[in-house]
C-alpha cells in the first residue's frame, strides 16, 4: 500500500479544527491529508479525527469533513479536493515512462451526505498529467467501499526524488471551469475542465458531512 495512514489513526496537529474558511488549504487534522480549495467566503467547514467507521472492517477513525455554512452554488473557478501527495521516489514501482507502466488499485471507505458521481483524479505531478474517473455514492450517510484501477501512465516517470511525484485527489466539488469539457480518463497534459466532469457539490447546504478511511493504493488490477 503506497498511501501512509490510509486508516486515519493519526493526528498529530489537531484531532478537530473549526471555524475553517476560504482559503484554508493544507494540513489540519489527519496526517498526510490535505484540503484545498478556492470557494465563496461563506463556506465555514471543520475538519476532524472522527469515531464514525465502517462497522465490523477495523478502523477505528475516519477523516471527517463538515459544512457549517454550505456553499450552494459554486463559482466557475471554485472547487474543494482532498488529497494525499506521495514522494517521487515512493512511486517508482509503477514503472510509469515505460512500455512496462502498471496499474493501480485505489479502494476506500466513503460516506457522504449528497449522493450521486464523485471524482478521483490521479496526477503524475513531475509531468503535469493526469487521469480522472468517477464512482458512485448511492445511499446518503452510509459507508460505502468504492475500488477503481487505473492504467499506467507510459509517457513519463515521477522524479526519483522526495519532492511531490504523484498525488491522489478526492474532488468534493468543481465549477464549470473543471467541469465543463468531457471527463479525461487516459493519461495526458491536465486540462482543467477535464479534471471533475460531473462532480457533486458535496458542500452545498448546512451539515452536508464526508468521511473517508480504509485508503488503500496498490499496484495492480484488484485491491
Known sequence: NIIINGDMSI????????????????????????FSELTSPSFVFTQSQSTDVPSGYGFASSWKIEATTGDGALGSGEYHIVQQKIEGQNVQLFKYGTSSAESVTLSFWVKATVTGTYVIELENNDHNRSISQTYTISTTNTWEKKTLTF?????????????TGFSVNWWLGAGSDFSGGTLQTSWGSQTDNARAVGQVNT????????LLTGVQLEVGTSA
Open 11 to 34: 493526528a498529530q496537529r489537531s484531532t478537530s479544527v473549526s471555524g475553517l474558511t476560504n482559503g484554508s488549504n493544507g494540513y489540519h487534522t489527519i496526517d498526510r491529508y490535505r
Open 151 to 163: 492504467s499506467g501512465d507510459t509517457s513519463n516517470a515521477p522524479n526519483n526524488d522526495n519532492g
Open 203 to 210: 458542500f452545498e447546504n448546512n451539515n452536508n458531512v464526508f
